[in-house]
């Protein structure tokens, strides 16, 4: 009879299990974090977040989990998870109306909500380099935007330039505003969208020092560039961007941040920088350009920039960046559309100075740089394939290596 007993109980147990839901741990993003910078929908690879107009939103019946939308969202907004039941995730509709993650729902019994927080498997996530300045991030958080001032407004390309792009200076009065050279600055342009929403935040790359654009004083440059596209529907005009570059010196501005922990400055010396950009791009080199004039440092290490854009004319910075000595830092262009010149692509540099970056390359002080137009990344990740096989190096293993020690950052859009 014992033996009945025990047989009847391990099937009204088993039976009991079998009625509990299986649970998936679904893959979200955080509304009340997301600045809606675009970078998750252009990198996940299996199309499966979408944009709704409000919230970026994860399809659960595509998404795998991978991690490679991680690394280049700037706020962790990517980084959030909810324990659901396989069979009941949170639908699209359910996404499109949030304002922020829901709390954890209640689990079955035995099910343990740790889980919900696992780092996902994605690739490896760039750390910053050893000597950089540990960075301050959210000091101010959405809900208790910061308030700064137009300063200045200086249109940096030329007046029949294609492309409309500032340099905009932001005062901060008396408040400390944290931000170091390679860290971004939400902008939170004022009024709503048509459903009534706030309008997005924009994220900016600062562009001056974290002494200020003038030496001694509380402000912060940002590189801004209008955005204004022929579409199906007719023309767009970005919203953050329009504002800035119409703002007057005196008008407010609210921003969110500081954002970005890893994009920073070594200040070792030794260090030597291969940095490589397009368009706005610039913007944290320039802070990191800035930086170094300010505090020379002797036997500092050779640093190299790889600038590609259309023209002159259309480059901005191009006549500063221009005159800097060699010996300071090697400036080097590309230029695309210069007339009755080839074409000339960063990845066209790359591979021209091939035994060059392949002596960078096998130097461990070497800090390697990427910002720009999410365009630029194929081209300049094929360059460092052929320069590392035709050096006997694996660019594979040697790309996740320096990633690791914080010398390989890439920040493309």
């Known amino acids: 009879m014992l033996l009945i007993s025990d047989i009847a109980l391990?099937?009204?147990?088993?039976?009991?299990?079998?009625?509990?839901?299986?649970?998936?741990?679904?893959?979200?993003?955080d509304p009340a974090q997301c600045i809606r910078c675009n970078t998750c929908l252009e990198s996940c690879?299996?199309?499966?977040?979408?944009?709704?107009?409000?919230?970026?939103?994860?399809?659960?019946?595509?998404c795998n989990d991978c991690g490679i939308c991680k690394p280049d969202c700037p706020t962790g907004a990517?980084?959030?998870?909810?324990?659901?039941?396989?069979?009941a995730p949170y639908s699209l509709a359910d996404q499109s109306d949030w304002e922020a993650l829901p709390e954890q729902g209640p689990l079955a019994d035995g099910v343990a909500p740790d889980i919900v927080h696992e780092a996902g498997p994605g690739p490896q996530i760039s750390v910053a380099p050893w000597s950089a300045t540990r960075a301050t991030t959210m000091l101010f958080p959405p809900a208790k935007p910061v308030v700064a001032k137009i300063k200045s407004n200086l249109r940096l390309t030329a007046e029949d330039a294609e492309n409309d792009i500032r340099h905009i200076v932001l005062d901060f009065g008396e408040q400390p505003h944290g931000l170091l050279e390679g860290q971004t600055l939400?902008?939170?342009?004022?009024?709503s969208g048509t459903s009534g929403?706030?309008?997005h935040l924009r994220n900016y790359s600062v562009a001056s020092t974290r002494h200020g654009e003038t030496a001694g004083s509380n402000d912060v440059a940002f590189t801004v560039k209008r955005v204004v596209?022929?579409?199906?529907?007719?023309?767009?005009r970005g919203i953050a961007s329009n504002y800035l570059c119409d703002a007057r010196p005196g008008d407010p501005v609210q921003c969110v941040g500081p954002f970005g922990n890893a994009f920073l400055?070594?200040?070792?010396?030794?260090?030597?920088?291969?940095?490589?950009?397009?368009g706005t791009g610039v913007a944290p080199f320039r802070s990191f350009i800035q930086h170094r004039q300010r505090h020379p440092q002797p036997a500092a290490g050779p640093w190299i920039l790889l600038y590609g854009g259309r023209s002159p004319q259309e480059m901005a910075y191009h006549d500063e960046l221009g005159l800097l000595p060699a010996a300071e830092v090697d400036v080097r262009f590309a230029y695309s559309r210069l007339p009755e010149h080839p074409k000339t692509y960063v990845h066209d540099l790359l591979l021209h100075a091939g035994q060059e970056v392949a002596s960078l390359l096998d130097d461990?002080?070497?800090y390697i740089y990427i910002c720009g137009l999410r365009a630029m990344e194929d081209g300049v990740m094929s360059a460092f394939e052929t320069i590392c096989t035709s050096s006997q190096k694996n660019w594979t293993e040697l790309r996740k290596a320096m990633q690791e020690q914080g010398r390989l950052h890439i920040e493309t859009y």
């Open 229 to 236: 596209e022929a579409r199906d529907s007719g023309i767009y």
């Open 186 to 191: 939400a902008v939170v342009p004022p009024g």
């Open 78 to 87: 990517i980084d959030n998870y909810r324990l659901v039941p396989r069979e």
């Open 10 to 29: 391990f099937i009204l147990s088993f039976s009991s299990m079998l009625q509990e839901p299986s649970y998936h741990r679904q893959h979200l993003i």
């Open 265 to 278: 400055l070594p200040l070792h010396p030794g260090a030597k920088l291969l940095m490589i950009c397009v």
């Open 364 to 366: 461990t002080e070497t």
């Open 197 to 199: 929403q706030p309008h």
């Open 45 to 62: 690879p299996e199309s499966a977040i979408q944009f709704d107009g409000a919230n970026y939103i994860v399809d659960a019946t595509i």
